[in-house]
């Protein structure tokens, strides 16, 4: 299984971006999908999760409101728009394959294939 992340960059305080994770290597549609971050000197983090469907989400109490996750089964892609970006959000973003395909975990643990991560910078 490959995750390929992508779209994160440099951006001012109140901008947006949207991240992509694409997959390959066994059925993504089958699994949940996941993204993490990972700051400077921090624990990595749940951001948001998604079913497999796309008809469940999970967000962190940190994002809800601000960041939707999507997702494109016929184009293997997760994605995830971050509006209303704040100097705490800079991270290392990280997409993640979930065990299974129904339930959206909050845990690392509830994931076993990671993508290489995109740097996301808020700038004040």
């Known amino acids: 299984v490959q995750l390929q992340a992508s779209g994160g960059g440099l951006v001012q305080a109140g901008g947006s971006l949207r991240l992509s994770c694409v997959g390959s290597?066994?059925?993504?549609?089958?699994?949940?999908m996941g993204w993490f971050r990972q700051a400077p000197g921090k624990e990595r983090e749940f951001v948001a999760g998604?079913?497999?469907?796309?008809?469940?989400?999970v967000y962190a109490d940190s994002v809800k409101g601000r960041f939707t996750i999507s997702r494109d089964n016929g184009q293997k892609t997760v994605y995830l728009q971050m509006n209303s970006l704040q100097p705490e959000d800079t991270a290392v973003y990280y997409c993640?394959?979930?065990?299974?395909?129904?339930?959206?975990?909050?845990?690392?643990?509830?994931?076993?294939?990671w993508g290489q991560g995109t740097q996301v910078t808020v700038s004040s």
């Open positions: 290597g066994r059925t993504f549609s089958s699994y949940a």
């Open positions: 998604i079913n497999w469907i796309g008809v469940s989400t």
């Open positions: 993640a394959q979930g065990t299974s395909a129904v339930l959206v975990g909050m845990l690392s643990s509830q994931y076993d294939y």
